[in-house]
DNA sequence: CCGTGAGCCGCACACGTGTGCAGGGCAGGC
DNA sequence: GCCTGCCCTGCACACGTGTGCGGCTCACGG
């Protein structure tokens, strides 16, 4: 346990060379002659060398790692999203460090403080909501954000989002070609930008068909089943005749799911269920939850890659729009 | 972007005294008079200075990261585990880096390095499958390592797990109690170490009743609602006429519900259903889980402390086992 | 007036790595 | 034999922070 870590210092010493011709041998510098890069490389092998990412980064400003503020990684849509943003790092030799934000601003400063001091070369945010005040404390770490499933007012903040709106019209028009005229929306927590969205691409589609979603048939959850099963009694307790219902995300349908077996309606026979994101249990649902795909794990890789662009200094890095795929299963039926 | 941060150096030239001071001012130290560190601290305040954890674990050989390795994030247990972990982590000013291995012995290994050279102080690996040689490569690290749910047979490596094989007996004596005589057993994939520890406490609970689960009832799966619903659906198949299912998991129970339903079966009128973990969606299936709960959260909070108290030497440290408790919900029904 | 002690601060080095520049060795051409 | 140029290596500094030790200033007592 005393025994520290082996340094080129070391290695130098062994090698009767000095400490500049290992870090030249070691990141195979053309300065150095293949014979002694060979005989280094072999020496710091036989010493079980690990260079510090701490010197190295001292002196490289570049810390190899990215900072990932998530709401909460107990969320599947995220989980699936953060897959995605790690494997792509560390296929490019870049770390992660994960951190939950709760959505309690207070963690959000402190977590922002975390990633400041640990000198990451870029943060990607997954927290649906991005207040303004976060927002500036983010800009104020000096590194490239990337925002996931949301848009900044301002300059030097990219993101890769999910065309809602058009998510919002598959879910629509689907339903309305099913002959659903009186379906009701789940909503997610209400910061939830991308809820709104979804909410206004399924009334556009739903206006084709000549119906539309009343203010009294959209309801709030919490991007939750537990939201879901509150906000579906809720529904039902208010008697009004729905034959199709929307939500936000498929947590939120699963929830709404449950609510309507307890309280003896079946689905799809007797109401339609919709979804969003597509997350992995979706399929395995009782019944298995049509819903409106997310491409996840591309939206995580197209997040690091384009963090990588900016770290780069690369010019032109342009925000990415990915599109939804609406997914049949069988949670809907013809009415 | 072209702006660097600001250094204690930067402050000392402002504050004209050396960057000593400014050291040991901003870590409060005795040596320094209350007003010269007031007037520095405002000073730091108003240049927007950011310590450096990258010269800071330079020389005091502590980076105030702790690696952590999964094996995939996706798995909604893992992920209130980590949100554990995470959160008490945060608390004690530590970040967390994340790997998931995804049970690939190139990637772990790949993941090992990386953590190494970021100069974690500690790795947490919540793995359920941890191979010698994994493990070799692990302790080459040099820092401590905590096993969430597992046990390794070395010295130097420590362990957080739960009682196993009670959640097994818990589970196996409450089917016995609602008179259940033909119980079969899900298992998790073949590397998972706990999953036979559940089985074998399941048997002894059974066999005080009198019965066992003969080696034609388990069944291999994987852990996820796939795995489940293959093993259920050949269960069907083989025509085995059994009353109650214990599965492994609460994913591969969602699986099992599933083919269950599909076959036409109810739960638990026809069959009853019992999982493990008491993972978020549990209560919210159809119908709701009964299943041994794991204190996930307490899971990782517990390593995470673990692992503080090896960075700091602290003597004593014993390894801690947590206890498992049956939640009793509506997918069991008495024969 | 001098010695003593306390309080506060700077000098210098360390941590591990990267890199510009100079210098040494050697071969080849004149 | 000397100059030129090339190939390889070492010197020295930088990155941002922590810390042991010595030194300065000032007040106080003898």
Redesign the interface.
Known sequence: ?G???VTIKDIARVAGVSHSTVSRALSDSPLISTETKARIRRLADEM?Y??????R??VT?R???IG?VVT???D?FI??V??GI??TA?SC?Y??????SNSEPE?EL??V???????VDAIIVTSSRVGSLYLAHLR?A?VPIVLINNQAAGDYIHSVIIDDLHGGELAGRYLASLGHRRVAYIAGPIWARASGIRLQGCRRALAEAGTDIPPELVLVGNG???GG?QAANELLHRGLPVTAIFCYND?TA??V??AL?RAGLRVPEDVSVIGYDDV??A????P?LTTVAQPKYALGQRAMEMALALINGEPGVRDVVLPPALIERESCQRV
Request: include cysteine.
């Open positions: 346990m025994r520290v870590s079980g690990s260079p510090s990412a701490l010197g980064g001292l400003r810390s190899g790692t990932l909460t990684i107990t599947p989980g699936e953060v897959q790690e494997e560390l030799q770390n992660t460090i994960l951190c939950n963690r402190k977590t403080r975390a990633l400041r001091e640990k000198r104020g000096g939750r089943p537990d099963m947590m699963v929830g799911l449950t077996h992995a249990i399929a395995h649902l009782f298995p």
